[in-house]
Structure formats: structure tokens, C-alpha cells
């Protein structure tokens, strides 16, 4: 990962770094520790109930969480699944969970996916649970609404269950993203994709029940394979890095903004902060400004210039 985002904007090291990438990215593969769990959904349930796959080992390295804080003597500051997660309305320590149903997805996010994409009512969950633990699904229409669904507290195996706080792991890095970066970087690397990328993205698409890749060009082949990364790793944090490392951040902001306009894209909170979001980003975003502090401490530094 530290090696793509050298390769890429704004460092643009380019073919030694993209080679680096696939080189350490073949050496996981080759050395047959990972795979990819069949069941695109198991990885995240154990993920929720503090289970370990040891099968298949698809999570590399994930932050770890436990507890009910007061109501278990254990503790820890974990609000996964609580500030993204699927809606969930019940806040009774009996209750499947409750959620804040802060993060939903986009309508850019749910047309990358096909019909038959197994990952698509993971990643944008086709129901929510009211106050009464019932499951109510989302209409046709209602598509922005559905909510991150990767972390669902209805997973979750403790009980008593807190309010907002909840024992669900969060990834770091998993084998559907070193297979995805060994692709790409193979891609890259090679101005045009070689047999080990075809085998790599086909083995996440695999998973999900897609079509497999052949027959495509570097530039056909780059696209895909940036359209492979948002279907399965969204909500992992790593889109808007990747966004900029492809030094296409504020365009996929901008194509954001008019996808507000879509009629399929009903008023709402999500669509005027989605909208505001995409209106107000600017080149800028795509780096933080050093401190005010520390530009007072070490008078060395220059502020960034766009900054």
C-alpha cells in the first residue's frame, strides 16, 4: 500500500515503486497463509462477534475492540457499527443494537454494482431493524437511505448490548485488498494487464459472483480495476487515498455532486450534505495544512501552498 501511494500522485515515482508493490503483494499470495472466505458475508460477521477465521485468515490485520463498557466491566472506545452501521433503532441492552445510521451510500457506489453482485446488500444493506428488532426492507426507490452494511450490531454475540458501545472489529488490511493492489500494481508496472493481474481481480470477482476479466486494454483494465476496489472495499477508508493517488480526487467529488441531481437521489440530509460536500471541495482537500503550531516551532517549514 505505503508503495502504490509512491507510485502515484502527488510523489509519482511511478514503475519502480508500482513493481515494489507487486513484489510484495506476490509474495502474500504466493505464500498460500490468506484466501478469500466463499462466503462474501462470514469474514464480516466474525468481524462484529470477535471470532477469528483461522480457515481462511481473509482479515491480515484489523483493530480489535471488546466490551460493553459499563455494563460488562469491559471497555474499550469502539462506536463500529454504532456511527457506521446498518439502521438499527433498538438502544435496550436486550435488543439486536442501535445505530446512528450516519453513513449510507452514494448512488455512484450502488451503480457500480450488478444484479448479481453478491456484495451489494453487504455493502448497502437492503433492510433496516425499527425499534421493535423487526426487519423493514427499503423500497425499490429508496436507495441513498440503505446504510453501511458491512457492520451490523444484529451480529454482535454480547449480551447485555450498550447503546453506542459495541465489540466489532474494524480491517486494516485484507486479502481481497493485497489480491486488488498485486493487480493493479501488476497492471501499472507492465502497461497493460499480465496474466497474475487477470488471476488476482478474477479471484475477488469470483467471490462476489461476477463475470471474470479478459481481452482488455491498460487504460480498460485500470478502470475496472478501480471500479473492483470501490465494490469491495467501501467503507474501509480507503477511497478518497486511492481517489487522490489516482490524482482524480476532485473529479470523483465533483461527478458526486451531480449525482444529487439524479431523480433516483431523493431530497433530503443526505442529499444536501452530499451535495455541500461535493460543492465546497477543492484541490486543497486532497492534503491536511500543517499546524499553525508546529509551523511556530520549527520555522523551517513552509505552509503547504495550497494551504
Not at 446512528?100 to 457500480?112: A, E, M, P, R, T
Not at 450490531?153 to 472489529?169: D, F, L, S, V
Request: charged share 25%.
Amino acid at each position: 500500500r505505503v508503495a502504490l501511494t509512491r507510485a502515484g500522485y502527488p510523489t509519482n515515482g511511478g514503475k519502480p515503486y508500482y513493481e515494489m508493490a507487486a513484489r510484495y503483494a506476490k509474495s502474500v499470495k504466493d505464500s498460500n497463509k490468506h484466501s478469500l472466505n466463499p462466503d462474501v458475508y462470514e469474514m464480516w460477521k466474525c468481524m462484529a462477534s470477535d471470532r477469528y477465521d483461522t480457515e481462511y485468515n481473509e482479515s491480515m490485520w484489523e483493530v480489535e475492540f471488546i466490551g460493553a463498557r459499563e455494563l460488562d466491566g469491559n471497555y474499550t472506545e469502539s462506536r463500529i457499527g454504532n456511527v457506521i452501521g446498518n439502521v438499527q433503532r433498538n438502544g435496550s441492552p436486550e435488543g439486536l443494537g442501535y445505530s446512528y445510521w450516519f453513513y449510507c451510500g452514494s448512488l455512484i457506489l450502488w451503480d457500480l454494482y450488478d444484479d448479481v453482485d453478491k456484495r451489494r446488500d453487504l455493502s448497502m444493506a437492503p433492510y433496516q431493524i425499527n425499534n421493535k428488532d423487526e426487519y423493514v426492507n427499503w423500497r425499490a426507490n429508496q436507495i441513498v437511505q440503505r446504510a453501511c452494511g458491512k457492520f451490523r450490531r444484529e451480529w454482535e454475540t454480547i449480551t447485555p448490548k450498550h447503546k453506542n458501545y459495541t465489540q466489532i472489529n474494524y480491517p486494516l488490511i485484507r486479502y481481497a485488498d493485497v489480491l486488488l493492489m498485486l493487480a493493479e500494481a501488476e497492471n501499472e508496472a507492465n502497461q497493460g494487464p499480465t496474466a497474475l493481474a487477470y488471476q488476482a481481480i478474477n479471484i475477488v470477482r469470483e467471490r462476489a459472483g461476477i463475470e471474470p476479466l479478459s481481452g482488455l486494454s491498460y487504460s480498460e483494465f485500470q478502470q475496472e480495476l478501480r471500479d473492483e476496489r470501490g465494490r469491495e472495499l467501501c467503507f474501509e477508508s480507503l477511497r478518497k487515498y486511492d481517489l487522490v493517488r489516482w490524482g482524480i480526487y476532485t473529479d470523483a467529488i465533483a461527478a458526486l455532486g451531480q449525482a444529487t441531481y439524479d431523480s433516483r437521489w431523493p431530497g433530503g440530509s443526505n442529499y444536501s450534505t452530499a451535495r455541500a460536500f461535493a460543492e465546497r471541495t477543492q484541490k486543497k482537500h486532497e492534503f491536511l495544512p500543517i499546524p499553525v503550531r508546529e509551523l511556530s516551532i520549527n520555522t523551517e517549514l513552509t505552509q503547504n501552498p495550497l494551504w
